[in-house]
């Protein structure tokens, strides 16, 4: 399953590991939603990485069972965003555009 939108001109990976947590969904802007999903790599030293979730990816985050190996395929989104107060800042971002349930 893939991410409607894509992301135009973001630079693409792909890591696999163990779902390990999904935050709750979050609403943002008029009728958008994003959940974040932790996978634990399977690396010899393991990182726990936090990636967003979009669109139709939503739902089927929401049933893999957590400890499930996955593969996810997600773009780069770096940006500076500028908060209400205070200096701009560089916010990197991972966005999920394909999860893929792997055998264990």
């Known amino acids: 399953m893939s991410y409607e939108s894509g992301i135009s001109g973001a630079p693409e990976y792909e890591l696999t590991g163990l779902l390990h947590s999904v935050s709750a969904p979050v609403k943002y802007g008029l009728s958008r939603i994003k959940q ?3 996978v634990l790599t399977d ?10 979730v979009h669109g139709s990816l939503l739902e089927k985050c929401q049933q893999l069972p957590l400890r499930t190996k996955v593969r996810v ?6 940006r500076l965003w500028h908060p209400p107060q205070g200096a701009p800042k560089h916010v990197l971002r991972l966005i999920a555009l394909e999860i893929t349930p792997l055998p264990d």
């Not at 690396?43 to 967003?52: A, F």
């Open 36 to 38: 974040q999903l932790i």
């Open 73 to 78: 395929r997600f773009a780069l989104e770096g």
């Open 43 to 52: 690396t010899p030293s393991p990182q726990m990485i936090p990636i967003e």
